[in-house]
């Protein structure tokens, strides 16, 4: 009997592995930020360890003068000294998180809050922010995530941005409420940082409700394709010269 040496058979059978055809689906499963929801969360930000940063980068500032040294806990920061206009502390109510922001003088304020994670290294993770439709307060809203290091200039540990992304606000009519930002993760206790400021002279509170970190994944399915008569078929793919290598 003559052996056949296609790749497929007439059939549609494959005689040699490696022919499926595969689809990736990717999908973000978990939740790695604790207490995202300010409804659930209610007025206790307002409490929350908050430090007042006078340094030309406030952002790291904060994180090296008041460290997030337990996992999963909101801490908070805001501008201070001669630097910067101090608009007040983040606070938590009525189901939403509150960022002040003024300018005075020329100069921008700052105030934020950030929490240190417990993730897996190399894996990645995408942020999602809920904002409002609240009109009024005019600021921009900045989701940031940083990974630490040690600084052997200052021998002691501080911090690298990893990934940045802004949201303007007010939201306008027709413009997506959600702010979404992929990073992945350098260290296992990679720190996520939302602050806001503004260019405008009047007091602003820069609210959103919710904050989502989960985690990708990844996953390779076969490829079906439905026939005349409804019957499902695997796709193949045909290398080279189509038959059937010596090696």
């Given at each position: 009997m003559k052996i056949s040496r296609q790749?497929?058979?007439?059939?549609?059978?494959?005689?040699?592995?490696?022919l499926d055809t595969l689809s990736s689906i990717i999908n973000y499963t978990g939740e790695f930020i604790n207490f995202g929801n300010a409804f659930s969360y209610i007025n206790t930000l307002s409490s929350a360890t908050d430090y007042a940063t006078t340094?030309?980068?406030?952002?790291?500032?904060?994180?090296?003068g008041s460290p997030p040294s337990v996992i999963n806990l909101w801490y908070?920061?805001?501008?201070?000294?001669?630097?910067?206009?101090?608009?007040?502390s983040a606070t938590s109510t009525s189901g939403l998180f509150a960022l002040l922001a003024r300018k005075s003088g020329g100069l921008n304020s700052f105030c934020?809050?950030?929490q240190k994670l417990l993730l897996t290294t190399a894996k990645e993770y995408k942020i999602s922010v809920q904002t409002t439709s609240i009109t009024g307060s005019e600021g921009t809203l900045y989701i940031n995530t940083y990974t630490p290091f040690y600084n052997i200039e200052i021998d002691s540990e501080s911090y690298i941005l990893t990934s940045s992304v802004i949201k303007d606000l007010p939201n306008t009519a027709g413009t997506l409420g959600i702010v979404e930002s992929l990073f992945t993760a350098r260290s296992s206790n990679d720190i996520l940082l939302i602050y806001a400021t503004t260019e405008s002279t009047s007091s602003n509170l820069i609210v959103f409700?919710?904050?989502?970190?989960?985690?990708?994944?990844?996953?390779?399915?076969q490829v079906y394709a439905t026939d005349m008569w409804g019957n499902a078929h695997k796709?193949?793919?045909v290398a080279a010269d189509q038959t059937i290598s010596d090696d």
């Amino acid at each position: 009997m003559k052996i056949s040496r296609q790749q497929i058979t007439a059939r549609g059978i494959s005689q040699q592995s490696g022919l499926d055809t595969l689809s990736s689906i990717i999908n973000y499963t978990g939740e790695f930020i604790n207490f995202g929801n300010a409804f659930s969360y209610i007025n206790t930000l307002s409490s929350a360890t908050d430090y007042a940063t006078t340094t030309t980068d406030p952002h790291i500032g904060a994180l090296v003068g008041s460290p997030p040294s337990v996992i999963n806990l909101w801490y908070r920061y805001h501008s201070s000294g001669a630097l910067y206009t101090n608009a007040g502390s983040a606070t938590s109510t009525s189901g939403l998180f509150a960022l002040l922001a003024r300018k005075s003088g020329g100069l921008n304020s700052f105030c934020g809050m950030y929490q240190k994670l417990l993730l897996t290294t190399a894996k990645e993770y995408k942020i999602s922010v809920q904002t409002t439709s609240i009109t009024g307060s005019e600021g921009t809203l900045y989701i940031n995530t940083y990974t630490p290091f040690y600084n052997i200039e200052i021998d002691s540990e501080s911090y690298i941005l990893t990934s940045s992304v802004i949201k303007d606000l007010p939201n306008t009519a027709g413009t997506l409420g959600i702010v979404e930002s992929l990073f992945t993760a350098r260290s296992s206790n990679d720190i996520l940082l939302i602050y806001a400021t503004t260019e405008s002279t009047s007091s602003n509170l820069i609210v959103f409700s919710d904050i989502s970190i989960q985690e990708k994944q990844e996953y390779l399915t076969q490829v079906y394709a439905t026939d005349m008569w409804g019957n499902a078929h695997k796709v193949l793919r045909v290398a080279a010269d189509q038959t059937i290598s010596d090696d």
